[in-house]
């Protein structure tokens, strides 16, 4: 459902910088290389800023917490007969299946994909570079929906792997495109000349190197297995996420639920943990001084109509077939499709909530990019580790920790507006602060010192220098965040005021009703605000891989 | 150092503001009655379980009537009683609908609702509304078993529900047990039959039954020919008939009647909360639906749930609720906690 979180590329809390390595690779980031004079040794952090941070890491505790604590209250026997039972058996049979699937499939399109656009001769490959990142655009139960609508028999474990395969494998491959522009061709050209042949280039050169774009990007895949709701209830084939939302409209919060809840935690956590543990040590890249030469091209030879079959395939597949679905749809319905009072409502209230979701975000969010980056220190690392943590946690379980809390706790934040858009800030901070820590890792500390010391305000001196090189990075934090709000289902319904009506929850609605006309509209303009940030995505991946 | 400060400060002056501003945002608690006034004013929220466009009809129309301003908050029967229940005293509901009776017990149950007004209960027949006058029927609907005539035969029909237990059905027929509907046809066996022979049925029917998410889904599939069958409330097909048909036009309807659980009439059920803060445009809401005007958007309007008070007929395209031949219940006894843990237990949740 949330195409391009790169959320969650672990909190690994070693120099390297691998963390930001995997999670720069999937095409969010800018420069992941720290600056030489951006750390701040021996001064100590603001107060302030501490304080703030350590704030807003505390309430990314809360949805975890709230698994964990009620866990302990149900109580040993209550809990195990809830997790023991054959229903949670077929589910993991069902979410395992599908993620063991479905990730090595989107790893392999993804990468096959990337080498294409990146590393042959073929013609229109340049075209297909940015046409391969717009099924991000396209939220997965969107998706679903084309998908359906063209063939309405979809049901099961391998139409679920089809439409997830679709929706997903963006996310390995534009991390894999951008590292491939990056590798020293040196070492392919030493296999070479040592006797290797294309093929034993690729394998044992080349995909070896693209080692951290794949986990990173394939983690994201699973993550958003195991989150999406939509997509797959549409099919009828139910996950640990489908099932929880279904627990939650018979019993709102009840034990049965939070105990699938508790179960897909520990499914996230060991998603998380085995990629840090796969990621290794070994590290790729070009030292010395000189510059890198562009990547020799392969050409196809009889091979061409191959590649393009492929790539136009997936294109067609991806894009092609839910494009023709509302398109259809929407010749059906006609104009009076789109005089549907709603619409215009749940328009403006949705980019509403993008927006005040993407300030808040991005400006909670800088307290912690700062520390990480002036500051770093141990507790720096740790507080980002626990919002990546909370991020990689499906929707429906924090939005079931936030529900309880607010009834049991903070009656006055109960349905409004701000616990909404507290909800956005716990799921898609990381998304905002990898690419806020990325910007103003890039920003020379020295020259806000210069412009200090030649009489500017200290302050002034932060507006006039800092925020001019870190606008750009905050401007793709925000849409970033702006795309994910805009495609966000089953929290804004958990959470939302009473009324609320946005895109994806009337869209929803009139799925349900089997309404397949009056959803597309809705569809469509999903669709329509999703694009502009797509290819924002796309153009900030290429600006990383010429750094 | 100082800039960093600044900075902090400048961070928390603008969480502050932008805290603020969404706060304003949300929306404003509703009007506090004016008290011993007869007329509704101000504005209620009305949680809803029942389907978005008859409520909204009735909204607007009520709005239309009185100036009071109607918002829904959209749910199904079962989250929404829970969340009322949890919610308590601090709800900001004035009235619940659902689609059927069990999630209104469970709210009843909770000592949540305030007393019906007598002048609303009056409209309404006594076996569409419990003794205690603490909520009232408001629509109802029937059970029917959907087929397909190219799949199934009229010879092949079952006689009763729990036919459909019989592993001759095996994948031979749907249903979605997701659903508030379904649960409480679910409820009705179990106050006719016991808990016992529930937990047999249903575990029956986990190895029989092909699941689907929505009844309207359910239709789908049999016109579809993907399956012979399904449990669904009649509605649906009539909506259907009544559009384009193109999911039901492959498909007819069984009435089980004589009693059987399979027969089973549900009631949809309206309350006044007990910490409304607009009593008096809350009853007024309830009284508005049981009534006349409201009821005949039941007759008139594109919903085919039948009307309850006897002022108004059903839409003529329906059997006549007295044909067929529903199993007597109390509404007030249907239960919706006991169902959602037997259901859970074989499997469906």
Same mark, same amino acid.
Request: proline share 5%.
């Given at each position: 459902m949330i195409p391009a979180a790169p959320s969650t590329a672990t909190p690994a809390p070693d120099e390297s910088g691998a963390v930001r390595g995997a999670v720069a690779e999937t095409g969010a980031t800018g420069s992941a290389e720290r600056t030489d004079a951006a750390v701040r040794v021996g001064k100590r952090p603001s107060p302030f800023i501490v304080a703030a941070a350590i704030t807003v890491s505390l309430l990314g505790l809360l949805p975890l917490g709230y698994v964990i604590v009620t866990g302990f209250l149900t109580g040993w026997p209550a809990l195990s007969a809830l997790v023991f039972r054959p229903r949670v058996g077929e589910l993991l049979v069902n979410t395992i299946g599908l993620v063991v699937i479905t990730v090595p499939l989107t790893a392999a399109i993804g990468v096959a994909a990337a080498w294409l656009v990146g590393r042959t001769s073929l013609p229109g490959r340049r075209v297909f570079a940015v046409l391969l990142a717009t099924p991000l655009a396209v939220p997965a139960f969107v998706n679903s929906y084309g998908w359906v609508s063209a063939v309405p028999s979809l049901n099961g474990l391998w139409s679920g792997v089809l439409i997830a395969t679709l929706s997903y494998f963006p996310l390995v491959y534009l991390p894999c495109a951008a590292a491939l522009r990056r590798l020293d061709t040196t070492v392919e050209e030493a296999a070479e000349s040592l006797g290797s042949g294309a093929w034993g280039v690729f394998f044992r050169v080349i995909l070896p190197q693209l080692r951290l774009p794949i986990l990173g990007g394939a983690l994201l895949v699973g993550l958003h297995l195991l989150s999406e709701y939509g997509a797959f209830a549409m099919i009828r084939f139910d996950t640990f996420t489908t099932a929880i939302v279904e627990q939650y409209r018979s019993t709102f919060n009840g034990p049965a639920a939070n105990a699938l809840a508790g179960v897909l935690v520990l499914l996230c956590l060991f998603l998380l943990i085995g990629e840090s543990g796969a990621r290794g040590r070994a590290r790729y890249a070009r030292v010395g001084s000189g510059v890198a030469r562009n990547a020799p091209r392969r050409s196809l030879g009889a091979f061409t109509p191959v590649g393009y079959l492929f790539l136009g395939g997936l294109f067609a597949l991806a894009i092609g077939v839910p494009f023709w679905s509302v398109i259809r749809w929407l010749a059906q319905g006609g104009a009076a499709v789109w005089a549907d009072p709603v619409l215009a409502q749940a328009l403006l209230q949705t980019v509403g909530y993008g927006l005040?979701?993407?300030?808040?975000?991005?400006?909670?969010?800088?307290?912690?990019?700062?520390?990480?980056?002036?500051?770093?220190?141990?507790?720096?690392?740790?507080?980002?580790?626990?919002?990546?943590?909370?991020?990689?946690?499906?929707?429906?379980?924090?939005?079931?920790?936030?529900?309880?809390?607010?009834?049991?706790?903070?009656?006055? @934040?109960?349905?409004? !507006?701000? /616990?909404?858009?507290?909800?956005? =800030?716990?799921?898609?901070?990381? #998304?905002? +602060?990898?690419?806020?820590?990325?910007?103003?890792?890039?920003?020379?500390?020295?020259?806000?010192?210069?412009?200090?010391?030649?009489?500017?305000?200290?302050?002034?001196?932060?507006?006039?220098?800092?925020?001019?090189?870190?606008?750009?990075?905050?401007?793709?934090?925000?849409?970033?965040?702006? @795309?994910?709000?805009? !495609?966000? /289902?089953?929290?804004?319904?958990? =959470?939302?005021?009473?009324?609320? #009506?946005? +895109?994806?929850?009337?869209?929803?609605?009139?799925?349900?009703?089997?309404?397949?006309?009056g959803a597309a509209p809705y569809a469509l303009l999903m669709i329509v605000l999703s694009l502009p940030v797509t290819y924002l995505l796309f153009a900030r991946s290429r600006l990383t891989s010429m750094q | 150092m100082i800039s960093t400060r600044r900075l902090a400060l400048l961070a928390a002056i603008g969480t502050v503001t932008l805290l603020g501003v969404t706060g304003c945002s949300a929306p404003e608690e509703s009007a506090p009655a004016a008290t011993g006034a007869a007329t509704p004013s101000g504005s209620i929220t009305v949680y809803n379980a029942q389907h978005e466009e008859l409520t909204q009809a009735w909204a607007d129309e009520f709005t239309a009537e009185t100036g009071v301003t109607v918002t829904l908050r959209n749910g199904s029967d079962s989250e929404l009683g829970n969340q009322l229940v949890q919610e308590g005293a601090a709800s900001k509901a004035d009235v619940f609908l659902t689609e059927n009776s069990p999630a209104m017990s469970l709210v009843d149950g909770a000592g949540l609702f305030a007393p019906v007004d007598d002048a609303t209960l009056e409209q309404v027949p006594e076996e569409y509304r419990p003794s205690t006058g603490m909520w009232t029927g408001i629509a109802a609907r029937s059970t029917v078993f959907a087929y397909n005539p190219s799949l199934l035969s009229e010879s092949e029909l079952p006689a009763s529900l729990l036919d459909l237990a019989d592993p001759a059905w095996a994948g031979r027929w749907a249903a979605s047990p997701s659903g508030a509907d379904f649960q409480a046809i679910v409820s009705a066996l179990l106050e006719l039959e016991g808990e016992d022979a529930t937990r047999d049925w249903l575990a029956a029917m986990k190895q029989n039954a092909v699941v689907?998410?929505?009844?309207?889904?359910?239709?789908?599939?049999?016109?579809?020919?993907?399956?012979?069958?399904?449990?669904?409330?009649?509605?649906?097909?009539?909506?259907?008939?009544?559009?384009?048909?193109?999911?039901?036009?492959?498909?007819?309807?069984?009435?089980?009647?004589?009693?059987?659980?399979?027969?089973?009439?549900?009631?949809?059920?309206?309350?006044?909360?007990?910490?409304?803060?607009?009593?008096?445009?809350?009853?007024?809401?309830?009284?508005?639906?049981?009534?006349?005007?409201?009821?005949?958007?039941?007759?008139?309007?594109?919903?085919?749930?039948?009307?309850?008070?006897?002022?108004?007929?059903?839409?003529?395209?329906?059997?006549?609720l007295g044909e067929l031949d529903a199993p007597v219940i109390d509404p007030s006894k249907l239960n919706s906690t006991t169902v959602t843990d037997l259901m859970t237990e074989a499997g469906f949740l």
């Open positions: 005040a979701g993407a300030a808040a975000t991005c400006l909670l969010a800088f307290p912690i990019a700062f520390l990480a980056v002036r500051y770093p220190s141990r507790l720096s690392r740790g507080l980002e580790s626990v919002n990546y943590l909370t991020s990689s946690l499906p929707g429906i379980v924090t939005a079931l920790a936030l529900v309880t809390i607010s009834i049991r706790f903070v009656q006055p @934040l109960y349905q409004t !507006t701000v /616990l909404v858009i507290v909800t956005y =800030l716990l799921m898609f901070l990381p #998304r905002a +602060l990898v690419n806020l820590r990325a910007g103003l890792a890039q920003v020379p500390v020295g020259l806000e010192e210069a412009a200090r010391s030649l009489g500017k305000h200290p302050f002034a001196a932060f507006l006039h220098v800092t925020t001019r090189f870190f606008a750009p990075s905050a401007l793709a934090a925000g849409a970033l965040v702006f @795309l994910g709000i805009v !495609t966000e /289902l089953t929290a804004t319904l958990l =959470l939302a005021p009473s009324g609320t #009506r946005t +895109l994806a929850i009337q869209f929803w609605s009139k799925v349900n009703d089997i309404d397949y006309v | 689907y998410k929505g009844n309207s889904t359910v239709m789908k599939a049999i016109n579809a020919g993907e399956i012979p069958a399904g449990v669904i409330y009649h509605y649906y097909w009539f909506g259907d008939q009544a559009g384009t048909g193109e999911n039901s036009s492959s498909t007819e309807m069984h009435y089980f009647k004589n009693q059987d659980p399979g027969a089973f009439v549900s009631v949809s059920g309206g309350g006044v909360l007990e910490t409304s803060a607009n009593p008096v445009a809350a009853q007024a809401f309830l009284a508005y639906i049981t009534g006349k005007g409201g009821q005949e958007i039941l007759k008139t309007g594109s919903s085919f749930e039948y009307p309850v008070s006897d002022a108004v007929d059903a839409n003529d395209a329906l059997v006549p």
